[in-house]
Every structure is written in C-alpha cells, then in structure tokens.
C-alpha cells in the first residue's frame, strides 16, 4: 500500500524540500499552503502522515491540527509541526492541539525521514 503525506506550509520552497524528500522514500505527497488548503486534503482518503508549519495566513497549524483532530478519520493520524518555533510554551500549545512531533527548521533529509519513520507504520 503506497503512503501518503499531506505537506501544508506558506513557503513553496519549503513545501518542495519536504515534497522532494518524501518521494524519494516513496510517499504520495498532497500540498496546502495553509491550513485551510491542508483540510481540503482529509476528505476520507487515507493519510499516512501529516506536516504542518506553525504560522501561517488564513488558518495557522494549531488550529489546523484541532480541526484535523475533529475529522474521525484523522484522529490518530501522526501530524509532525515543522517550525522555526522552538518554544516550550509552542511546543505544548502544540501537543495540547494533537501533534505527534515537533521539527525545528531548518532540517535536514535525514531528520526528517528519521521522525518520520517513527510516526508512520
């Protein structure tokens, strides 16, 4: 069964390293740039991981996270937040929210995968 991976985030180049990555360990990747666009993505197609930035405009990742939260479907989907944020009071408004992980931007492939791997079964 191929995987998936919705990817949201304001910045195209962003967008493409994580999409770049992900493909090349052979996921599907949807992409939003905000989370707004990234809700349109849980439609009851399975999602294997999700990867979210922090701020963004029109919907920001913690409430894209609560309302991904709401949708049944999506309730135990990992959702990673990929952020310049590395505050402990972010962090925790994070995981109050439902994220599974938090990455600090900049990261590199191999974190990525790294986390991702743990996340995805």
Request: proline letters at 4%.
């Amino acid at each position: 069964m191929s995987k998936t991976a919705v990817i949201i985030d304001d910045s195209v180049s962003m967008r493409q390293m994580v999409s770049f990555t992900l493909k090349q360990a052979g996921f599907t990747v949807l992409e939003g740039g905000d989370g707004q666009e990234g809700l349109k993505h849980l439609d009851g197609r399975p999602v294997s991981v999700v990867i979210t930035d922090l701020n963004m405009p029109v919907m920001d990742g913690i409430t894209f996270i609560r309302q991904a939260r709401a949708l049944k479907a999506y309730k135990f989907t990992p959702i990673l937040m990929l952020t310049t944020e590395s505050q402990d009071s972010k962090k925790q408004d994070g995981k109050a929210a439902g994220a599974t992980g938090w990455i600090i931007k900049p990261f590199n492939p191999d974190q990525l995968l790294q986390v991702v791997s743990k996340v995805v079964h």
